[in-house]
Structure formats: C-alpha cells, structure tokens
C-alpha cells in the first residue's frame, strides 16, 4: 500500500512540475507571437497603408491575436492575461493603448520602439523558459520520490 501511494506521489509531484512550468512555456509563444505580430503591424502600416483594426481582423488567430482581439476590436484596454505578471499585463496595456491612434509616420516609430521592448521581453522569456521548464518537473519527481522513500 505504501508503495502504491508512494509511485503516486511521484507521478502526481512530477504533473504539478509540469502544470507549475507551463506558465513559462505560455509566457514564450506570447511573446513570440507579439513580436511576430509587431512586425506584421509594421510591414503593413509601411506599405499596405491598412487600419489596425482590419490587420488584426485579417491575421490569422494565435494567442496574440485573440487577447488583442478582445482590446483593440471591442476598445477594452482593461486587458489582464493570466501567465503574465503585473508589470507584463501594464506594458500590454499600454502597448494597446498606443497603436492604431496616429499617423502612419508616428505609429511606424512606436511599433519600432515597441518591437526593442518585446524582443528584450522575449530574451527574458526565453532565459526563463530555458531554466524553469525542466526544473519543476524534475522538482516534483524529487520530491514525490522523498515520500516514496519516507513511506518505505
């Protein structure tokens, strides 16, 4: 019986590992696809002349689109997504509040010191990707395997 609670344990601390990780893997493909969708903004704003509103009808659906979806389309700037933290989901506002409200000129300059921003946002990102998506998992076996042996 022992044994059979301590196999479980192992198996229930390595998905919490996994379910603990899946913040930072979530964190990435967000700003992979910002990054990618500021640059769709600006390839489209520099040649096709299209509005914000129709790039973002027009794009394709990831997970930047359906937040930016609901913020820009429907005018809701009280954006909160839940993987980011407090000062990640203030630049995300903020990055809303500011595209789409100037001339071509002036929205061609914030897009690219908004492109610096998310590329430093998706180096860290990254780093974090790289250091936390292994070790929880491995957290939660190490300690599901602490139980087993303190059960035998």
Partial sequence: MNVVFGVFSII??????????EKYV???CFYNDLFAF?????????FSHNSIKKIIKERKTNV??????????KENTNLNVSFLNEEENA?????VKSIGKSDRESQL????V??????????FADEEFKKYKKLYPKLGFLIGLIILVVLL
Avoid: P
């Fill in 26 to 28: 979530k964190r990435k």
């Fill in 64 to 73: 930047v689109t359906d937040y930016l979806n609901e913020a820009i389309l």
């Fill in 12 to 21: 229930l601390g390595t998905f919490i590992g996994y379910k603990m990780s």
């Fill in 114 to 123: 908004y492109e610096m921003k998310i590329k430093k946002k998706l180096d």
């Fill in 91 to 95: 630049f995300l506002q903020s990055y």
């Fill in 38 to 46: 500021n640059q769709v903004l600006k390839t489209e704003v520099s």
């Fill in 109 to 112: 300059e914030i897009l690219s």
